[in-house]
């Protein structure tokens, strides 16, 4: 069975310092990797997403992500914190083959950036 | 989300009353989808449409029942509420295909007293 994995909880950052979600998983054979953001009382947003290719995605508000295949990992990465990015992020993971209800996700981050 | 309404935004019930909450779309996305967001567990799924009339079952499906008369319109039923049922309930819609991200609603925060 495939699982996502969002290891922390809460990551919290100051304004202006470089951010990082951690985001494993575990699917049979290749991925598809997604990043959504979710404001309070919101549903969730879609950032970004991994088909293939370049290793490294750009998505929406400055945001990007590492796919690394030998280490099972999709983090999230961005180089001067927000507080505006203040919000709840899930990874998500589906196989390249099967059916729609096969999209998995993590249990979500808290991200929090002090001013 | 653009194109994405879920009805009612909050509601209070009791245990072993019926609920429906409803979900429409004015995107045209053939697959639609429910979810309830738990602390602790994410989105799981608990049944999902790839078209009018066709549903299927998701991860966690016992309690729930859907349904899809339109295109635009996607219903999720408590037959009978029950506490374990409290949660956020979120619709989603989309192409179907793996690599296509979902839309989401704005959900539904549901209390069973």
């Known amino acids: 069975a495939q699982s996502v994995a969002q290891p922390e909880d809460q990551v919290n950052v100051a304004e202006g310092n470089p951010l990082t979600v951690k985001c494993t998983y575990s699917?049979?054979?290749?991925?598809?990797l997604f990043w959504y953001v979710q404001y309070p009382n919101r549903g969730l947003q879609f950032l970004l997403k991994y088909i293939t290719g370049d290793n490294l995605v750009k998505g929406s508000y400055g945001f990007e992500a590492e796919f690394n295949k030998s280490q099972t990992s999709f983090h999230l990465k961005k180089p001067s914190a927000l507080v505006s990015d203040s919000a709840l992020y899930f990874c998500?993971?589906?196989?390249?083959?099967?059916?729609?209800?096969?999209?998995?996700f993590g249990s979500g981050t808290q991200l929090t950036v002090l001013p | 989300d653009a194109g994405i309404t879920q009805s009612p935004r909050h509601k209070v019930t009791e245990t072993g009353t019926p609920v429906t909450l409803r979900c429409h779309q004015t995107?045209?996305?053939?697959?639609m989808y429910w979810y309830r967001q738990d602390p602790g567990h994410g989105l799981r799924l608990i049944h999902y449409s790839y078209g009018v009339k066709d549903t299927d079952k998701g991860e966690v499906s016992d309690g729930y029942s859907v349904s899809r008369s339109k295109t635009e319109d996607f219903l999720l039923t408590l037959e009978s509420a029950t506490s374990s049922q409290t949660s956020v309930y979120f619709c989603?819609?989309?192409?179907?295909?793996?690599?296509?991200?979902?839309?989401f609603g704005n959900g539904t925060r549901l209390t069973v007293t």
């Open positions: 989603a819609a989309g192409f179907g295909q793996n690599n296509s991200p979902l839309h």
């Open positions: 699917v049979s054979g290749n991925p598809y």
């Open positions: 995107e045209n996305h053939r697959y």
């Open positions: 998500a993971v589906s196989p390249l083959s099967g059916s729609a209800r096969q999209l998995t």
